[in-house]
């Protein structure tokens, strides 16, 4: 079993920058594909960023691409979340995941590991 801790959110300004970070335990994600997603107050969980098991296919959602980058460091067994040029719509509880392949997937629904979540609050 996996287990997923995030950390790093925080209230910034808009413009500012976030790093989010997602610590697995129980076992190695070095052969899973891992994503982060987020949910805002009444709105549905959407696809953020997502990369594949070596880090080399990575994917994002248009509404942060050139200003998030997802990365991976399997020796940790750790995922980051550089989030730069942060706007009040990128207020959200952001979430870690992990799929038990080795491609990276869009859909919340294919991933079986969750964190619970670290709160992004962006002011304007």
């Known amino acids: 079993q996996v287990q997923l801790a995030e950390s790093g959110g925080g209230l910034v300004q808009a413009g500012g920058s976030l790093r989010l970070s997602c610590v697995a335990s129980?076992?190695?994600?070095?052969?899973?594909?891992v994503g982060w997603f987020r949910q805002a107050p009444e709105k549905e969980r959407e696809f953020v960023a997502a990369c594949d098991w070596n880090g080399y296919n990575v994917r994002y959602a248009d509404s942060v691409k050139g200003r998030f980058t997802i990365s991976r460091d399997n020796a940790k067994n750790t995922v980051h979340l550089q989030m730069n040029s942060l706007k009040p719509e990128d207020m959200a509880i952001y979430y870690c995941?992990?799929?038990?392949?080795?491609?990276?997937?869009?859909?919340?629904?294919?991933?079986?590991?969750w964190g619970q979540g670290t709160q992004v609050t962006v002011s304007s």
């Open positions: 995941a992990a799929r038990g392949t080795h491609s990276l997937s869009t859909a919340s629904d294919e991933y079986a590991y």
């Open positions: 129980g076992r190695t994600i070095s052969n899973y594909a």
